[in-house]
């Protein structure tokens, strides 16, 4: 009697998820094991005056390079610097107020030598990761990190996957957790990243909105005749009523037009308007303008300033959100 076979789809699939599965032992043995040694970390991170320069060779490098990008777009100078190009000159970029983190599973990385022999010697502050606590690297740095020695994902053990998981995250926690001990606020992290999608979803709605005379804005008084030429003029099909002092009192929309339809020339925008309409403060992101717009159907709001009783700064059109790039 022969066994049944399984199908080569199901077979892969069961490979896929073993691999996942082992990635996720390896982290929650990182977390269980996360200790003292990290906070002193992130001490000398936050007391580093100059830059974090983060070094690893092959996988660890690779790993290495995105942790470095992330420090750097969160406000702390990063650099990575190839282990075997430092051993050629490039070491003359660290200099006295940096801090070194040093990355190597195995902690005896040969190209590592020249690296750990010059910040031992000029007294640089470094932190070592690695999976053996007696490694030469972890004897040789400031605060040493262990990661727990859980094999790779792989049978043969050989395919860095398990211990890069376990790298990208640590860097990623120290990373965000300088970003927080340092009260790395959203602004400033739009201040690094003006491109791009992220950089559209970070923009505030003042940098965006349309403001002074390109508002459609009428009295309480002003013959709805008057008021249909300002919206056909302004090109925003609304019109926003205000009191004399520039507070918004209401919004005339198409649909206020035609519930009004008979006899609407003969009335003042004040018998049209909807009071109360939806607005949006300067300095609210663009991203929640245009959820707020998605989510209340319409395609315009005014921008009010909160602290001086609503009076209107601008308009913003969905068009403007979205030529921006925000989705």
């Given at each position: 009697m022969t066994s049944e076979r399984k199908p080569a789809g199901m077979k892969f699939l069961e490979q896929g998820r073993s691999v996942i599965k082992s990635e996720i032992r390896a982290l929650t043995?990182?977390?269980?094991?996360l200790g003292e040694d990290f906070s002193k970390a992130i001490e000398l991170l936050i007391n580093t005056e100059g830059k974090i320069i983060v070094a690893g060779m092959g996988k660890s490098g690779h790993i290495g390079r995105k942790i470095a990008a992330t420090l750097s777009s969160t406000g702390n100078p990063a650099h990575f610097v190839h282990p075997a190009e430092a051993s050629h000159g490039d070491l003359g970029v660290l200099a006295k107020g940096d801090t070194v983190l040093i990355l190597s599973n195995s902690g005896e990385t040969p190209e590592l030598a020249?690296?750990?022999?010059?910040?031992?010697?000029f007294s640089i502050p470094t932190i070592g990761v690695a999976s053996v606590s007696d490694s030469t690297l972890i004897k040789n740095?400031?605060?040493g990190i262990i990661l727990p020695n859980t094999g790779e994902a792989?049978?043969?053990g050989v395919v860095p996957s398990n211990s890069t998981t376990m790298l990208l995250a640590l860097g990623d926690a120290l990373a965000i957790t300088l970003m927080k001990s340092k009260n790395f606020s959203v602004d400033s992290f739009r201040e690094f990243h003006p491109g791009g999608k992220l950089g559209a979803r970070l923009t505030k709605v003042e940098a965006i909105m349309h403001s002074g005379s390109e508002i459609p804005l009428v009295k309480?008084?002003?013959p709805m005749d008057e008021t249909l030429i300002k919206m056909t003029k302004k090109g925003f099909g609304v019109a926003g009523i205000v009191s004399s002092d520039g507070n918004l009192m209401g919004i005339i929309t198409d649909g206020d037009l035609r519930r009004h339809m008979d006899g609407l020339l003969g009335h003042t925008a004040g018998d049209v308007m909807t009071p109360n309409p939806i607005t949006i403060s300067p300095d609210s992101l663009a991203e929640e303008a245009l959820a707020?717009?998605?989510e209340k159907g319409v395609t315009c709001l005014f921008v009010v300033n909160q602290k001086s009783n609503s009076k209107v700064v601008g308009i913003l059109h969905i068009h403007d959100c979205l030529r921006l790039g925000v989705v």
């Open positions: 043995q990182l977390l269980d094991n020249h690296l750990i022999s010059h910040v031992k010697r740095s400031t605060v792989c049978e043969t309480m008084t002003t707020l717009m998605n």
